[in-house]
């Protein structure tokens, strides 16, 4: 199914398929989209709108959101692998992310709600990860996740190639334990253009021209085998405005 609908209606629509759920538990929904989509933007914004109505029909937020961006491998992690100037370069790539720690935690929520369970963030300053950064309540049965690879069907490992750098068969098995997953469509140049600036402002590059180098680079090389290699989804927001 694929529509183009508002926040206020995903947020409804969060909300009913919530109350449909044939057992206590979480509503588990994926926001997923190659860099600089407006992922995170989306997936905020829609929890604010689910908050505000449940906290006036019930008095309680019910919903958060997660950043896959906690699950990037620290920079001492990077150092570790097989080539680490690749990894360095590539960060953001999938063999880049600790994607056995992302299925642990989607696991434990998809598991009956009996205590407070923790996230990591990731600080822009530090470049790195924050362990068990946020939290999420009891109360909190709304979880909604963003992040780039939520949505991914990778191929199996071919007989030659590099294993380290091959997607992990994870990645399917993350995007099945999702009740709803929804995908961000924005056209590519859109997004290079916010990557730039977003390079620039985080101090990994020293000049724009640099930002469109990376966002043109490794993180195109990224946005590619996300769109190659998107799974089936439920619902498509076109080119979000942040």
């Known amino acids: 199914m694929q529509t183009t609908i508002e926040v206020s209606d995903f947020a409804d629509l969060a909300l009913t398929r919530y109350l449909q759920l044939q057992t206590p538990g979480r509503l588990l929904v994926s926001v997923s989209g190659v860099p600089g989509s407006g992922k995170t933007t989306f997936a905020n914004a829609v929890v604010h709108e689910i908050n505000k109505l449940s906290q006036l029909q019930h008095g309680v937020a019910v919903a958060c959101a997660i950043p896959m961006d906690g699950y990037h491998l620290s920079r001492e992690d990077l150092a570790s692998l097989p080539d680490p100037e690749e990894a360095r370069q590539r960060r953001g790539a999938p063999f880049t992310f600790d994607v056995h720690g992302l299925y642990q935690l989607l696991e434990q929520l998809r598991g009956p709600v009996s205590s407070t369970l923790y996230a990591p963030s990731f600080d822009h300053a530090i470049k790195d990860p924050i362990p068990d950064n ?109």
């Open 134 to 242: 946020i939290t999420i309540l009891t109360t909190q049965r709304i979880v909604i996740v963003e992040g780039n690879y939520l949505c991914f069907n990778p191929p199996t490992l071919p007989d030659s190639g590099e294993k380290s750098r091959h997607p992990s068969p994870l990645w399917r098995k993350i995007a099945s334990l999702f009740d709803e997953k929804w995908i961000i469509d924005t056209p590519l140049g859109i997004t290079s253009s916010r990557l730039a600036l977003r390079h620039l402002a985080a101090g990994i590059v020293g000049s724009l021209e640099e930002g469109f180098e990376r966002a043109n680079g490794s993180d195109r090389e990224n946005s590619d085998d996300i769109l190659r290699w998107r799974g089936a989804f439920d619902r498509r927001i076109s080119a979000f405005s942040v």
